[in-house]
T-cell receptor, first 112, second 113 residues
Framework: SQQGEEDPQALSIQEGENATMNCSYKTSINNLQWYRQNSGRGLVHLILIRSNEREKHSGRLRVTLDTSKKSSSLLITASRAADTASYFCATGSGGSNYKLTFGKGTLLTVNP | DTAVSQTPKYLVTQMGNDKSIKCEQNLGHDTMYWYKQDSKKFLKIMFSYNNKELIINETVPNRFSPKSPDKAHLNLHINSLELGDSAVYFC????????????FGPGTRLTVT
């Protein structure tokens, strides 16, 4: 069954603005990952946050994780037209049969 | 060098045919995956192999059969194709089966007519 749910489904902003995407999930997780998918391409890993971490940064990306609320957010600061893509959260769970369960994604459009 | 490659990129075929998609990774990873992305962009795992051993089989019809000849290759064979099989299929790999990032191939767009 689907685990992550991204919000909003679509987001349109101007270059230079910040973009925030949220993800909610239902069951316990080992970690949560964010991926980017440009149109017609494969997914690219952005950042991984473990269940015992609350915040992580990577360049212009900031991810938070609130396990009590079962939610995460991805903040992209100073957005660029090249950030236009779909963004997916994926929850990782399981031991030897570890797997990622993806949400439906947020389509981000950054207008120049 | 491409890390995870898939062939073909596009596949158009008729209902009832049998087709295969090939995947290769040159990252030295132990674990490989097949995902299906539908028209609404929902991505769902189908299979996972760790060092040639099947570890995840997510309620996929028996018409789908993965094969891993070695840990760098994971192929997907589909028998008796149906209209509902139309989707983009992604191969991915990770260092080991566990809490690691996954590297995705470019995808194979399968269209069944």
């Amino acid at each position: 069954s689907q685990q992550g749910e991204e919000d909003p489904q679509a987001l349109s902003i101007q270059e230079g603005e910040n973009a925030t995407m949220n993800c909610s999930y239902k069951t316990s997780i080992n970690n949560l990952q964010w991926y980017r998918q440009n149109s017609g391409r494969g997914l690219v890993h952005l950042i991984l946050i473990r269940s015992n971490e609350r915040e992580k940064h990577s360049g212009r990306l900031r991810v938070t994780l609130d396990t009590s609320k079962k939610s995460s957010s991805l903040l992209i600061t100073a957005s660029r037209a090249a950030d236009t893509a779909s963004y997916f959260c994926a929850t990782g769970s399981g031991g030897s049969n570890y797997k990622l369960t993806f949400g439906k994604g947020t389509l981000l459009t950054v207008n120049p | 060098d491409t890390a995870v490659s898939q062939t073909p990129k596009y596949l158009v075929t008729q209902m009832g045919n049998d087709k295969s998609i090939k995947c290769e990774q040159n990252l030295g990873h132990d674990t490989m995956y097949w995902y299906k992305q539908d028209s609404k962009k929902f991505l769902k795992i189908m299979f996972s192999y760790n060092n040639k051993e099947l570890i995840i089989n997510e309620t996929v019809p028996n018409r789908f059969s993965p094969k891993s000849p070695d840990k760098a290759h994971l192929n997907l064979h589909i028998n008796s194709l149906e209209l509902g099989d139309s989707a983009v299929y992604f191969c991915a790999s990770s260092q080991i089966a566990g809490t690691y990032e996954q590297y995705f191939g470019p995808g194979t767009r399968l269209t069944v007519t």
